[in-house]
Antibody
Framework: QGQLVESGGGVVQPGRSLRLSCAASGFTFGYYGMHWVRQAPGKGLEWVALIRHDGSNEDYLDSVKGRFTISRDNAKNTLYLQMNSLRAEDTAVYYC??????????????WGQGTMVTVSS | DIQMTQSPSSLSASVGDRVTITCRASQNINTYLNWYQQKPGKAPKLLIYAASSLQSGVPSRFSGSASGTDFTLTISSLQPEDFATYYCQHSYRTLAFGGGTKVEIK
């Protein structure tokens, strides 16, 4: 039924950049809207960004606007999150998630295993 | 921004109990509301979408309902594998999750 595999996490100093990738397989990636969701250690889920199936529209959590950029390469079946000017409060597990085609309302029916981003000096 | 207030933040229950979790939206979100289950160290799993539609493969003991800006997830008979944290999520104009409800063993 497919899978999502994130990569690119790690430890980075405040103010630096990191790019996350999410490789999709087993389904037609270009049909689906995709999202990034994060979870700080011991905390709840927080939606971060979305991109529509054809890249025509993006949206972001207010606290990451201007710092994070979501993009996708449908030919490579890959989703990206470019994170610039990182802050300590961006420390979290970052999940990529697929928006279900069964509904128009962005329900996440497939998730990756997550990649940890730690922002620390 | 639309705020989602999820309650309770935690509860203790026994196997076989009926469990109800509520999310209240700060304004009308139609039925743009989904529910997820998350176990420690794992990614979330979609249970209910559009307030009351059961995701494929999810046991029928899970159900969702809506009344105005109040949304409810019900587990009709709690099973051992249901001890987890549950989140609501809206997607009306933007997206946001509720704070979560941890269901623990009594």
């Amino acid at each position: 039924q497919g899978q999502l595999v994130e990569s690119g996490g790690g430890v980075v100093q405040p103010g630096r950049s990191l790019r996350l990738s999410c490789a999709a397989s087993g389904f037609t990636f270009g049909y689906y809207g995709m999202h990034w969701v994060r979870q700080a250690p011991g905390k709840g889920l927080e939606w971060v960004a979305l991109i529509r199936h054809d890249g025509s529209n993006e949206d972001y959590l207010d606290s990451v606007k201007g710092r994070f950029t979501i993009s996708r390469d449908n030919a490579k079946n890959t989703l990206y999150l470019q994170m610039n000017s990182l802050r300590a409060e961006d420390t979290a597990v970052y999940y990529c998630a697929r928006a279900s085609l069964l509904t128009m309302i962005d329900a996440f029916d497939m998730w990756g295993q997550g990649t940890m981003v730690t922002v620390s000096s | 921004d639309i705020q989602m207030t999820q309650s309770p933040s935690s509860l203790s229950a026994s196997v076989g109990d009926r469990v109800t979790i509520t999310c209240r939206a700060s304004q009308n979100i139609n039925t743009y509301l989904n529910w997820y289950q998350q176990k420690p160290g794992k990614a979330p799993k979609l249970l209910i979408y559009a307030a009351s539609s059961l995701q494929s493969g999810v046991p029928s003991r899970f159900s969702g309902s809506a009344s105005g800006t109040d949304f409810t997830l019900t587990i009709s008979s709690l099973q051992p594998e249901d001890f987890a944290t549950y989140y609501c999520q809206h997607s009306y104009r933007t997206l946001a999750f509720g704070g979560g409800t941890k269901v623990e063993i009594k």
